[in-house]
């Protein structure tokens, strides 16, 4: 019997978790190329050419061997499904392709922060047995689902069968991580016995208070209240759990810092600056191109400590951050330095707001 390993799959849930309301992790100057794509693709959404019908006919063929379903089960689902243009429309205008004013007003709001504050203490005790047991901190979990689905409320309107198939046939700039998707999403509904065409989520198909794709579901989701379901959909307890443990099984170092504010000097400090997510200078490195911390954390960060510096656009000039490991941690839920920051920042202002209550 094959199967997709457990290693491919956790390639692909790595390459991005959530879809959910934070969307593609593009930067400003993809989003245009995006955007003329998805022009293309949903003029032809409506339409199944050949060279479409020879990549659904593929995809049965691989869910059939690979996975052992019928192929009347797999093209039941596949006839079904309907390719839907306000989809490639939503994908190609990504919230992350805007500058940082623009960004974070979306998600550091009052109500935000308030709401994050009442699912805590409706939450408390799982939350805290979350930080116990799997070592990531409260804020940060709260934090998450704040941003994804503001508390559970807002969990995607679209049909997840429909969006991972118009994005898996008709959206070529992705189409083939989308299809894998697809794959997962199917496996997926059959093993926890979920109802695949009641299913709403994201117009890229994440689901959930957490917004996981389907390939991440199967990966990180755990069972946290012992009733022997990983129910990500309706039960708050699971989601929880499962956002700690994609946290902890992407290396969030217990008790270590995020990131500080930071103050630049002369122009060395421009050559750190870039879209690499990757963290491949040390803090003594990056000190020596005239980055400085101001002076609260000057003695926080040792020296051969792995950072990045991060440039956010202001609308009257430049902030800069150091991000370390545990900023980096958060990108692997999203691949954006934009999205990272919000869900740290609401954090703060979220546990700020729980210790002085």
């Not at 039941?76 to 989809?87: E, L, R």
């Not at 992350?96 to 709001?109: G, R």
């Not at 994201?202 to 129910?231: L, N, V």
């Not at 000039?317 to 941690?329: A, D, I, S």
Request: charged share 25%; aromatic share 14%; net charge negative.
């Amino acid at each position: 019997m094959r199967k997709t390993s457990l290693l491919k799959r956790k390639a692909i849930a790595g390459m991005a978790l959530c879809f959910g309301v934070t969307a593609f992790n593009l930067y400003a100057d993809d989003a245009g190329n995006i955007a003329d794509a998805a022009k293309k693709s949903s003029q032809s959404a409506t339409a199944t050419s050949p060279d479409i019908k020879e990549k659904i006919d593929q995809f049965v063929q691989k869910m059939v061997q690979e996975h052992q379903f019928s192929p009347e089960y797999i093209e039941s689902y596949i006839k079904d499904a309907q390719p839907n243009p306000s989809i490639l429309e939503a994908i190609s205008r990504p919230w992350e392709a805007k500058p940082w004013y623009q960004y974070y007003p979306i998600f550091l709001t009052e109500k935000r922060i308030s709401k994050g504050l009442e699912f805590w203490n409706t939450h408390q005790e799982t939350l805290q047995r979350a930080e116990q047991e799997l070592g990531i901190p409260a804020e940060i979990i709260v934090s998450i689902i704040g941003v994804e689905t503001f508390y559970g409320t807002y969990k995607g309107k679209y049909s997840v069968l429909d969006a991972l198939y118009t994005l898996g046939f008709y959206h070529p700039p992705r189409a083939k991580f989308f299809r894998k998707e697809l794959e997962e999403f199917f496996v997926l509904t059959r093993d926890e016995k979920l109802d695949i065409t009641e299913l709403k989520g994201s117009y890229a198909g994440a689901m959930g208070w957490g917004q996981f794709i389907s390939s991440s579901y199967r990966d990180y989701a755990i069972d946290f209240d012992g009733d022997g379901i990983r129910d990500l959909l309706n039960n708050p307890v699971d989601a929880i759990g499962s956002v700690a443990n994609y946290f902890k099984r992407h290396g969030w170092k217990t008790g270590e810092s995020v990131a500080f504010p930071a103050q630049v000097d002369g122009q060395q400090y421009t050559s750190l600056i870039n879209k690499d997510l990757k963290f491949n200078h040390s803090w003594q490195d990056i000190q020596s191109k005239g980055v400085r911390l101001f002076t609260p954390h000057m003695d926080k960060v040792p020296a051969d400590a792995d950072a990045k510096l991060l440039e956010f656009e202001q609308e009257n000039g430049k902030e800069y951050w150091l991000g370390l490991h545990n900023f980096y941690v958060i990108t692997r839920y999203n691949h954006s330095p934009l999205y990272a920051m919000a869900v740290y920042q609401l954090s703060q202002e979220i546990k700020s707001r729980k210790y002085e209550s």
